[in-house]
């Protein structure tokens, strides 16, 4: 009932936004018939992001005719939106004029997100479509390496010499036209383009005019190499709860800002990846995806798993003589190892999650092992005590309820371990402790579980 309940309020909350059922029924009929105005109608009051989770919700063929249908009123805004496992797709079915006029709306940081993935024909065909300047900033960009600060940044920044006033600055700002959409900071530079300090567009409002700009900087400053990764830059916004923060060259020159939600899209891509690894997901997986592709990208983790699977075989071969001597014990050994199995996720997804939020360090390593350790004993202890007892009423026998008990102190011990040595060591080899942790723990548990319960069952009941 509870699961029922929190799925009708998941169909809520989205009838609380743009995209209800009543919405999505006049879409759907003014695509069946074909009808421009209706669809417009349909769209004109939603939200850029909206649309585009319209656009990837609809099936390939679905897709083509909404892009057919409504190719020109698709925008920067949208096109910024769309999910990047599509957005190739949708390019090559928009023409090339509408293409162009929706970069020429986007800030260069979209419009390196949009083309960093694409061919280069296809790259030049978009950047060929920007003003000089603007097809600078964003080769410029290019140029960095793939998930730097560099790629993330935009270049449009407003900037203003620290010895200028409020007044001076306010009356600069409300003359410029190429100012970007959304800004949150006036970076102060000095003559060499260093920044040295920003200032809130809140606190400037608020100052007197005459006041100077250095003296209203913020604590919070701090800058950001071009050459920092994409997941450093989103850590700095969580940590120091940033809005905007300068990027900067090799010399500390000023060469563009990253905003607060170009860092948050970061920390929830590296989140959802994460999840999906632990999970042996392909990262690059979406819902509209075909029953084939879905396959493909999960079929070399499922192979991977048949392999370390008969690993667990081979250990319960050694044991025929003990298993056809009591047959019981092939009905137990699930539940070892199954149960090991649960609790080696949970403390691998804790161990995961705190190695990215960078919780789990060297400093604190030994502590959070312990820690594991303890709970793995104490978590066995209890199971065991509960298994012990029903293996004894159940099957009358209470060296098989030993068997049990003991069997499973062993698994959960072996799986709070292996919960977090294995994502710290692949850490440590400089690897993604998501990729292959969960693979790596679900052997060890089941390996570990099969090995300890007929091993013992083999010392003990035979």
């Known amino acids: 009932m509870a699961n029922d309940n929190r799925a009708t309020d998941s169909i809520d909350r989205d009838e609380d936004y743009g995209l209800t059922q009543a919405l999505m029924d006049r879409i759907d009929a003014a695509m069946e018939a074909g009808d421009r105005p209706a669809l417009d109608a349909a769209l004109e009051p939603m939200h850029a992001a909206d649309i585009a989770d319209l656009i990837e919700r609809l099936t390939p063929a679905r897709r083509r005719a909404f892009l057919t249908l409504y190719a020109d009123g698709i925008d920067g805004e949208i096109l910024s939106e769309i999910d990047e496992s599509i957005r190739e797709e949708v390019l090559d079915q928009l023409p090339q004029a509408v293409v162009a006029e929706a970069v020429r709306e986007m800030d260069s940081d979209d419009v390196v997100d949009l083309v960093?993935?694409?061919?280069?024909?296809?790259?030049?065909?978009?950047?060929?479509?920007?003003?000089?300047?603007?097809?600078?900033?964003?080769?410029?960009?290019?140029?960095?390496?793939?998930?730097?600060?560099?790629r993330l940044m935009q270049s449009e920044v407003v900037t203003a010499p620290e010895h200028w006033t409020v007044g001076q600055t306010i009356d600069f700002i409300r003359a410029e036209e190429w100012l970007p959409e959304q800004f949150y900071h006036v970076i102060l530079v000095d003559p060499r383009r260093h920044p040295t300090g920003y200032v809130t567009l809140g606190r400037l409002l608020a100052s007197p005019r005459e006041a100077t700009m250095r003296d209203l900087a913020e604590d919070s400053f701090r800058t950001i190499s071009a050459q920092a990764e994409e997941g450093d830059v989103a850590y700095l916004f969580n940590q120091y709860h940033l809005i905007s923060a300068p990027?900067?060259?090799?010399?500390?020159?000023?060469?563009?800002?990253?905003?607060?939600?170009?860092?948050?899209?970061?920390?929830?891509?590296?989140?959802?990846?994460?999840?999906?690894?632990?999970?042996?997901?392909?990262?690059?997986?979406?819902?509209?995806?075909?029953?084939?592709?879905?396959?493909?990208?999960?079929?070399?983790?499922?192979?991977?798993?048949?392999?370390?699977?008969?690993?667990?075989?081979?250990?319960?071969?050694?044991?025929?003589?003990?298993?056809?001597?009591?047959?019981?014990?092939?009905?137990?050994?699930?539940?070892?190892?199954?149960?090991?199995?649960?609790?080696?996720?949970?403390?691998?997804?804790?161990?995961?999650?705190?190695?990215?939020?960078?919780?789990?360090?060297?400093?604190n390593a030994r502590r959070v092992v312990m820690r594991e350790l303890g709970a793995g004993l104490l978590n066995g202890l209890g199971l065991a005590l509960i298994l012990g007892i029903a293996g004894t009423v159940i099957f009358g026998d209470p060296k098989l309820g030993v068997v049990l008990g003991m069997a499973m102190i062993v698994n959960q011990i072996v799986a709070a371990l292996g919960g977090v040595l294995v994502p710290l060591g692949l850490n440590k080899m400089g690897l993604d402790p998501a990729l292959a942790s969960g693979t790596f723990v679900t052997t060890m548990t089941d390996v570990m579980g099969f090995f300890a319960f007929l091993g013992l069952a083999t010392l003990i009941l035979i």
């Open 116 to 150: 960093e993935d694409l061919d280069q024909p296809d790259r030049d065909q978009i950047l060929a479509a920007l003003d000089a300047g603007d097809r600078a900033a964003v080769q410029q960009s290019l140029a960095y390496p793939e998930y730097s600060a560099g």
């Open 247 to 363: 990027v900067v060259d090799d010399h500390d020159r000023l060469v563009g800002v990253i905003t607060i939600d170009d860092a948050m899209t970061v920390l929830d891509d590296e989140h959802e990846e994460d999840i999906l690894r632990l999970a042996g997901v392909n990262d690059e997986s979406h819902v509209s995806d075909s029953a084939l592709t879905t396959a493909r990208q999960r079929l070399p983790w499922l192979v991977i798993n048949l392999f370390t699977a008969s690993l667990s075989a081979i250990v319960i071969t050694q044991f025929e003589a003990t298993i056809s001597t009591l047959v019981a014990l092939a009905a137990l050994m699930p539940i070892v190892a199954s149960t090991g199995g649960i609790a080696g996720t949970q403390s691998l997804a804790v161990a995961v999650r705190a190695l990215a939020t960078r919780d789990l360090n060297r400093s």
